[in-house]
């Protein structure tokens, strides 16, 4: 009954599948081990706002979105100042502080033509973080 979806304590575990050895996302124990070890049924991680509604959600990601508005009011200006005000600065600002272009320009002036700057250094970004991922190829003989 531990596993199951009609459980209804707000501690259970939230599994990546319906088998047996589907690992709950927070606490990392299997169906199985949730059924037949000695702890509590419910996840040992669970995180409080797992049982969250919507709403909830929506208004959480409202506050983190306005703390970042008023950190991009504190440090934009000053971190322009010291970089200079190119593509390459929207580039940086983006994808290393997480303001966006709209974003800064809402704080300080940010030129139109800049914008395809922006757009081929972020498009190079994202081809160096393609670039550095490793795959490695398994080739499976004899079966």
């Known amino acids: 009954m531990a596993c ?3 459980q209804t304590t707000s501690r259970r575990p939230f599994f990546d599948g319906p088998y047996r050895d589907s690992v709950c996302k927070w606490c990392g124990r299997s169906r199985e081990l949730v059924r037949h070890d000695d702890l509590p049924a ?12 919507i709403a909830d959600v929506i208004q959480r990601e409202e506050l983190r979105f306005w703390a970042l508005l008023d950190k991009a009011n504190l440090y934009v200006p000053k971190l322009v100042e010291k970089m200079g005000m190119s593509g390459e600065t929207l580039s940086i600002l983006h994808h290393t502080h997480g303001y966006d272009p709209e974003c800064v320009s809402a704080i300080v002036n940010v030129p139109k033509q800049l914008m395809e700057e922006y757009h081929a250094k972020m498009e190079d970004e994202r081809d160096r973080s393609r670039a550095a991922i490793v795959r490695n190829v398994i080739t499976v003989k004899g079966i």
């Not at 040992?44 to 049982?51: E, F, G, I, S």
């Open 42 to 53: 419910g996840c040992l991680n669970r995180p409080d706002h797992a049982d969250d509604d």
């Open 4 to 6: 199951n979806s009609l």
